[in-house]
């Protein structure tokens, strides 16, 4: 399958996956009123989300020496893809309390110690392997046709 093709799947079910889990944990964060008011802000997020996963596609590839190794994606990999998001989550949520360009709601249930939301930092810990496990998929899918 063309390079081309497997990222525009890969942004396609990032989007997907990220634009319901970022209205899911909207009323988390403070501010929140309905869904119809924030959708653009969830909107915006999700775009943010779809260029990292994008980026740590790219970074990957690059430093295998390989644009198509989610071909090859094994279970080591999905775990460097977990703790990958992880760690940009977590960098991203402290950059974001340091400039107050967001706060949570009473209900987010914080990580102690990190002292960030707990809902941003599993959304990407999980939704970023898992659009790449589905891009494998769905690629070996192609590739049997």
């Known amino acids: ?29 403070q501010e929140y009123t309905s869904f119809p008011e924030h959708f653009s802000i969830c909107f ?6 779809v260029v990292i ?8 590839a690059l430093l295998k020496n390989d ?8 279970k080591k ?7 990958i998001g992880f760690l940009i989550a977590v960098g991203i949520e402290w950059h974001a309390m340091v400039f107050e360009w967001w706060a949570y709601a009473g ?21 970023l392997p898992f659009s790449v496990y589905v891009t494998k998929k769905f690629v070996a899918y192609k590739k049997q046709q």
């Open 107 to 127: 209900a987010m249930p914080i990580i102690p110690y990190l002292k960030v939301g707990l809902t941003p930092i599993v959304q990407m810990t999980i939704l």
């Open 77 to 83: 990999d999905i775990v460097v893809l977990a703790v």
């Open 44 to 49: 915006l997020g999700t775009i943010g989300d």
């Open 1 to 29: 399958m063309k390079i081309e093709k497997q990222v525009t799947f890969l942004s396609l079910i990032a989007f997907l996956l990220h634009v319901v889990w970022e209205n899911a944990q909207a009323p988390f964060f």
């Open 67 to 74: 644009f198509n190794w989610i071909a090859s994606l094994n």
């Open 53 to 60: 996963t994008l980026f740590v596609f790219v970074t990957i």
